[in-house]
């Protein structure tokens, strides 16, 4: 990966009133994460572009501050989201960042905003900012301690050390000397048993490191000289996710367990075939994954979901995930930015898998399935997963009604005809064998008869056979 560019651009400090209802959401306690049982498509989406003006630069790191604003790291400085308008930030004047090309975030625990530049860091916290001169590198990565000292990663550095310590003494780095190599780092994190791991470019791997010991995990046989680890999840059980941003065998998307790097293979996704940037394990442990080429995938229970820009992400160039207080989830691409939130109502349609768009009948079996009739389509959707009933029996037509009766047998009208569903179709026809005609609604009585709505008579049915038909 290579070294960010050192241009900067000037901008505009812009002071606009926040609505109350924003307020009141923004500084609500915190949320659950969007459903991870939902598809992703479900989901509310907005999408804000660079080409319709919102952003100087290329949105490439996020961050929410206690006072609920959304900051967003462009290559042009920094813009604020107070959930309806994007406002350029600039410091007062006399004050200045090192550099207009941001490459990290972090909303501290006290109200700070901590920015990384492609020349050193910065902090903003009571409408003052403070540079931090002595150390100046690209700040590449900013983690945050349950002690609140901040802890960066500074790649290319002038004095070689990459790991750096900002407390209220000051600003303190380490290097070879205690097992951290100079040279490029790109991922920074910490584990439940006081490890920090970092990412890094040359040699290819992580580094485990605490004060007292560390260690050095590096992907051995790989021939890419500019790849990266760039990103990393750290589970609960003390494995992690690690993301690489070159695709191929041992690359891409890797588990690292117990000292071991591990290929992501599932029937459905393999993950060195995807260059990976960006990486987020969400509060439901859910993990979405920003890809270079392909856009998000999001990986849940070894379900693997994708959207990319055919379905409306800004971009498949995707630089940041990051999950904000309320639990949704925030994407900044190569050519925008793009929010995920939970809707009250969730819908299904061809994208959650249903065989058409038009919906005719729906019914929900007393065994939990939910049937789907459409103008040329019989679908059963159970735990998430569509089947289609029709079409993979090669019988055309469409369900009009569905009825389960007393012994929970399924009957349900198909165009002209009316059938019994139990694996097979079992056609129930009029005394003379002609079919019942287009159902529109069935239901039995307390002696088990049922009776059909058409666009024939009223029939009732017993044992299966027609026994009487009403004008």
């Given amino acids: 990966m290579s070294s960010a560019a050192k241009g900067e651009t000037s901008t505009t400090h812009l002071r606009l009133p926040l609505l109350w209802l924003l307020i009141s959401l923004f500084l609500s306690s915190p949320a ?41 790291g462009t290559t042009s400085g920094i813009v604020r989201f107070d959930g309806v308008r994007f406002v350029p930030w600039a410091p007062p004047d006399g004050e200045k960042l ?12 006290d109200g700070s905003l901590w920015i990384g530049t492609a020349v050193g860091l910065s902090r903003w916290r009571t409408n003052h900012l403070t540079n931090y001169p002595d150390q100046r590198g690209v700040v590449t990565a900013i983690f945050e301690d349950t002690d609140s000292s901040i802890w960066i990663n500074l790649s290319l550095s002038a004095t070689k050390t990459p790991l750096c310590k900002v407390d209220t003494s000051g600003m303190r780095c380490y290097g070879d000397a205690v097992g951290i190599p100079p040279g490029a780092y790109w991922a920074l994190t910490k584990d439940h048993q006081g490890n920090f791991w970092i990412g890094r470019e040359e040699g290819l791997g992580l580094i485990r ?30 494995s992690l996710w690690t993301g690489i941003d070159v695709r191929g065998p041992g690359l891409g998307l890797q588990k690292f367990v117990h000292g071991n790097w591990q290929s992501f293979l599932t029937s459905e ?42 379905d409306g992400l800004s971009s498949d160039y995707v630089y940041k995930l990051f999950e904000d207080r309320e639990g949704d989830v925030w994407v ?14 969730v819908s299904f349609s061809t994208p959650e898998g249903l065989s058409a768009e038009e919906v005719d009948s729906v019914f929900a079996s007393r065994d939990g399935g939910i049937w789907i009739g459409g103008p040329s389509s019989m679908d059963l959707l159970r735990d998430g997963q569509v089947s289609y009933i029709l079409a993979e029996r090669g019988i055309s037509g469409g369900a009009t009604s569905f009825f389960e009766d007393h012994a929970g047998r399924l009957w349900v ?7 019994i569903y139990k694996g097979k179709f079992r056609p129930i026809t009029r005394k003379n064998g002609s079919p019942i005609g287009m159902v529109y609604s069935i239901a039995e009585d307390t002696e088990n008869n049922i009776w059909v709505e058409s666009s024939g008579p009223l029939t009732r049915i017993r044992n299966f056979k027609e026994e009487e038909e009403l004008p």
């Fill in 269 to 310: 996704f393999d993950g060195s075939k995807v260059a990976v940037i960006a990486l987020l394990l969400d509060r439901e442990n859910a993990l979405w994954v920003g890809t270079t080429k392909s856009g998000v995938y999001r990986i849940y229970r070894d379900k693997v979901e994708h959207f990319g820009s055919t």
């Fill in 413 to 419: 009208g198909i165009d002209e005809t009316l059938s």
């Fill in 209 to 238: 490191w605490r004060p007292d010991s560390h260690d050095a995990y590096n992907l051995k046989g790989s021939k890419h000289a500019d790849a990266a680890v760039s990103s990393i999840a750290v589970q609960a059980d003390g």
């Fill in 32 to 72: 659950r994460a969007v459903d991870p049982n939902n598809h992703i498509s479900q989901y509310a989406h907005t999408a804000w572009r660079v080409q319709d003006g919102i952003f100087e630069g290329t949105p490439r790191v996020l961050a929410q501050t206690t006072d609920g604003y959304l900051w967003i």
């Fill in 98 to 109: 090192p550099s207009q090309r941001i490459n990290s975030l972090l909303g501290g625990m």
């Fill in 332 to 345: 900044a691409t190569s050519k925008g930015i793009d929010s995920f939130r939970d809707l009250r109502i």
